[in-house]
Every structure is written in C-alpha cells, then in structure tokens.
C-alpha cells in the first residue's frame, strides 16, 4: 500500500491469519450460540419423551383405581385430539365415573364410546353411569379436544374412589 493513505496494515498474528479483530466479542457470541444449541436440545429431548403431547413416554399418566384404572393425557394441545381411556377390572352391572367441573371448563368432549346409560349433573361435576355386561374387564373412552391452553387440576371418581388429576395443555 501507499503511505498516504489513512488505512493501516494490521501486523501477522501468531497464527498466521492477517486480522486485527476484537476476539472477547466473537468468544461471548460463541458462549450464548452454545447455550441456545443446548437449550434447542433439550426441548427436542423434552418432544421426544412426549412432554409436549402427542405421543412419547411421558404424554400419558396411569390413573390407579381399587377397581379400575384410568389412561389420562399428562400434556395435551390446544386444538388437538385426545383420549381418556377407562378401564373396570372388576364384573358388576354397571360402573360409575363422575368428573369434576374444571375439566369441562377446559376440553370439549366429542365423543364417549359406549354411550352412558345415564349422565347427570352434581355439584360442581357431571356423573355418566355405564351398563356392564359380559366379563371383566370394560373400558370406555372419551375423546377430547382442549378448548384453552393452561394448568388443569380436576377430580375423578370413579365407582367411589376419588383421585386428583393434573394435566398441561400447551399452545
């Protein structure tokens, strides 16, 4: 180059490389992309064990009964499809399931299969007693759709026996 004009030649560094560069802010730009790589990991890590619904692992919880159990999404979508699957062990004429009011406040239910021989209303809850025959064991299902994205923190009785049940949906 000229000696008149006003750019300078930076010096040859250690490593050969002709550059005069601040290094400290290129380094912190490192640290913050490494840490969102981890972060992105672990959410794929959380999709793949079905935290975040639609299958996995961890998308449904098992809901034990004396005489049933019940299969309850642990994290559903809004908008999206689910299930409750009920299932009696135990041979009797019909079975009770009685479900608290917040649970309807936050999923649509679009179908049960069978249908209930009787639902009612009760304080704070819908009651939906089904017809048994043959042998043990039955199941029944409803199928869901959530309407609102949030906590959900209901009850379950189902032939007497009360069980809390807590659920995510997200958005």
Known sequence: ?????????????PDGLQLDEPRARQRRYWRVQRVAWWCFGGMMLLAVLGLTGSGGVFSRQ?????????EVPRVSRWEGSDEVAITFDNPAPSHE?????????RFQVERIQPEPDRASLAEGAQVMTFPATGPAPHQVKLDLRAMHFGWTRFEMTVNGETRPITLIVLP
């Open 62 to 70: 098992t809901v034990h009964f004396a005489d049933a159990r019940a």
């Open 97 to 105: 399931v009685r479900i608290s009011q917040p649970f309807f406040e």
């Open 1 to 13: 180059m000229r000696q008149g004009t006003r750019l300078t030649i930076p010096k040859i560094r």
